[in-house]
Nanobody, 125 residues
Framework: VQLQASGGGLVQAGGSLRLSCTASGRTFSSYAMAWFRQGPGKEREFVAAIRRSGQVTYYADSVKGRFTMSRDNAKNTVYLQMNSLKPEDTAVYYC???????????????????WGQGTQVTVSS
């Protein structure tokens, strides 16, 4: 599986962005998907995840209520709608796919097998 993330950019605090991640291959619906991010000088951290059906999502406390993750299995694409952005959301955002992701690992990098190249999100104050 190859993942291509897009949609990053520069936005003012309080603004919105929508990230997309498109996967190659015909088995996209069999993968759990997630977004992680890595801010300047920080470790990569979990942001959001969605199960294969798209009916269950998980969020980091820091983004809950502001970010929404969704997927369109017909388009092999997941989205991350980011609203009310804050300067601390500045990071490179990575999408990830997991073929055997279980509940206990959905928020962990080790739960995912494939990673995209990342897209930069910069939020100015």
């Amino acid at each position: 599986v190859q993942l291509q993330a897009s949609g990053g950019g520069l936005v003012q605090a309080g603004g919105s962005l929508r990230l997309s991640c498109t996967a190659s291959g015909r088995t996209f619906s069999s993968y759990a998907m997630a977004w992680f991010r890595q801010g300047p000088g920080k470790e990569r951290e979990f942001v959001a995840a969605i199960r294969r059906s798209g009916q269950v999502t998980y969020y980091a406390d820091s983004v809950k209520g502001r970010f929404t993750m969704s997927r369109d299995n017909a388009k092999n694409t997941v989205y991350l709608q980011m609203n009310s952005l804050k300067p601390e959301d500045t990071a490179v955002y990575y999408c990830a796919a997991g073929s055997g992701t279980i509940l206990s690992s959905v928020r962990q990098q080790a739960g995912y097998d494939y990673w995209g190249q990342g897209t930069q999100v910069t939020v100015s104050s």
